[in-house]
């Protein structure tokens, strides 16, 4: 099916391949399932959404021709990513150690959307997406906002999987040691994400 020169089911197989592929955005909902439930993760989820959306729709209508101009803004997106993605990571297991009340919250819309912007992997995924699938000839603005609805619909699916899963093996680490390897282990797999990051 094609409409506005956009081949809908191509396009949405392959964000769906980009969304449910692991990464940061995957690691963090899984944990987030894991502590917090589903419901309470059901900001983060929409927060991917609508900022991997939004970041992609810029791109189609003309924003990647920043990087074009700024090649360091790059760098500095990948280091700003780098940088959140250790915080977190820090930020889970150091909680209890810092404070003895101090609790970890799931990240709310706002922070999950914010995040897309300085997120690797989710700029490889826009900016392959609006490369491939923006159609030559057709209404910028009409073709954007019909990428838009793609993708945002593709993510709420994809992201509602993970923290699914985080769900799901939340009974096998009802015992709090057992929770603690999972949360150091997750936060062992962020500070590597963010090595790979800044050093590819």
Same mark, same amino acid.
């Not at 940061?24 to 690691?27: E, I, L, S, T």
């Given at each position: 099916m094609? =409409?506005?020169g956009i081949?809908?089911?191509a396009l949405?197989?392959?964000?769906?391949?980009?969304?449910v592929t692991?990464g940061?955005?995957?690691?963090m909902?899984?944990? *987030?399932?894991v502590?917090?439930? #589903?419901?309470?993760?059901g !900001?983060h =989820?929409?927060?991917?959404? =609508? &900022? %991997?959306a939004?970041?992609?729709?810029?791109? %189609?209508?003309?924003? &990647?021709?920043? #990087?074009?101009?700024?090649?360091?803004?790059?760098?500095?997106?990948?280091?700003a &990513?780098?940088?959140?993605l250790?915080?977190?990571a820090m930020k889970?297991?150091?909680a209890? $150690?810092a404070? /003895?009340?101090?609790?970890?919250? !799931?990240?709310?819309?706002s922070? /999950?959307?914010?995040f897309q912007?300085?997120?690797p992997? /989710?700029?490889?995924? /826009?900016t392959?997406?609006?490369?491939?699938?923006?159609?030559?000839?057709?209404?910028?603005?009409a *073709?954007g906002?019909?990428? #838009?609805t793609? %993708?945002?619909?593709v993510?709420?699916?994809? *992201? *509602?999987?993970?923290?699914?899963?985080?769900? &799901?093996?939340?009974?096998?680490?009802s015992? !709090?040691v057992?929770?603690?390897?999972f949360?150091?282990?997750?936060?062992?797999l962020?500070i590597?994400?963010?090595?790979?990051?800044?050093? $590819?």
């Open positions: 094609t =409409i506005l081949p809908y089911i949405a197989l392959y964000y769906w391949t980009m969304s692991p940061p955005n995957n690691v909902l899984t944990m *987030s399932g502590n917090f439930g #589903f419901n309470r993760t !900001p =989820i929409l927060g991917i959404a =609508i &900022g %991997c939004v970041q992609t729709f810029l791109l %189609c209508i003309g924003f &990647g021709v920043l #990087f074009e101009y700024f090649p360091a803004l790059q760098t500095i997106l990948k280091w &990513g780098a940088a959140y250790i915080y977190l889970l297991v150091g209890k $150690v404070n /003895a009340e101090a609790k970890p919250k !799931p990240l709310t819309m922070e /999950a959307a914010f912007f300085i997120n992997k /989710a700029w490889v995924k /826009a392959t997406t609006a490369s491939i699938f923006m159609p030559v000839g057709t209404s910028i603005l *073709s906002l019909a990428i #838009f793609v %993708c945002t619909a993510n709420v699916v994809s *992201s *509602s999987l993970w923290a699914g899963f985080g769900v &799901g093996i939340r009974k096998l680490l015992t !709090p057992y929770l603690k390897v949360n150091y282990s997750m936060a062992a962020l590597g994400t963010a090595a790979y990051v800044v050093l $590819v």
